[in-house]
């Protein structure tokens, strides 16, 4: 069974620019975790996609945003970057069943560098 | 403010020993807790969990311990092996399907 992918595994831009992260889950699952891992930093809570829909959001300006698609795969955008937002972005997926709280199992990240 | 807190940002063990590592957390409305293992160039992937109704749950050599009213997690590894070097996160919720995660520890096993 293949694993959380994403793309790309590293990712180089300038302040100002756009960078677009992409996010496939586990097949079967419906939910979709945005996470940072800043250096020296645990991992921040971003966003999290469920059925298409946005259900939780860490607190992090509205320049990240993202969103999921009927697939389930989901993308996170972030908007006039600045040198902080580098770091690692990882995507975890999970399978919601019945209100129980499902493991997260995660992607290998895509590192993000801000010039 | 950090709700989950992982005060040793390092630890080293010998080969066949227990590794201990420790978990605060501030919010009495936590619920479940779990621990990941994280390798070089890895997503971290799930390691044991345990609701607040317990205060023990075993999986193999690994064993996590809660108690609620000093707000305090460990997880034991009995006994540690080389392959369990790698960098340890606590995490924890409230059931609202958002994990905070504490900073960290890096156990180092020594051959």
């Known amino acids: 069974e293949a694993g959380v992918t994403q793309s790309p595994t590293h990712l180089i831009k300038t302040r100002g620019q756009q960078a677009t992260l992409r996010c496939s889950p586990i097949?079967?699952?419906?939910?979709v975790y945005w996470y940072q891992q800043a250096l020296g930093l645990g991992l921040q809570f971003l966003l999290w996609y469920d059925e298409g829909e946005e259900r939780n959001r860490g607190n992090f300006p509205p320049r990240f945003s993202g969103r999921q698609f009927p697939n389930y795969s989901s993308e996170l955008n972030v908007n006039a970057l600045e040198l902080e937002d580098s770091a690692l972005y990882l995507c975890?997926?999970?399978?919601?069943?019945?209100?129980?709280?499902?493991?997260?199992?995660f992607g290998p990240g895509t590192r993000l560098t801000v010039l | 403010d950090q709700q989950v807190k992982q005060n040793s940002p390092s630890l080293s063990v010998q080969e066949g020993r227990i590794s201990i590592l420790n978990c605060d957390y501030t919010n009495s409305m936590f619920d479940y807790f779990l621990w990941y293992k994280k390798y070089p160039a890895e997503g971290p992937t799930f390691l044991i969990s345990i609701s607040s109704i317990k205060d023990k749950n075993e999986d193999g050599r690994f064993t996590v311990f809660l108690n609620k009213s000093a707000k305090h997690l460990s997880l034991h590894i009995v006994p540690s092996q080389p392959g369990d070097s790698a960098v340890y996160f606590c995490?924890?919720?409230?059931?609202?399907?958002?994990?905070?995660f504490g900073t960290g520890t890096r156990l180092k096993v020594l051959a």
């Open positions: 975890a997926s999970s399978f919601l069943s019945g209100g129980a709280l499902d493991t997260q199992y």
């Open positions: 097949s079967g699952h419906t939910s």
């Open positions: 995490a924890a919720s409230s059931g609202t399907y958002k994990y905070i």
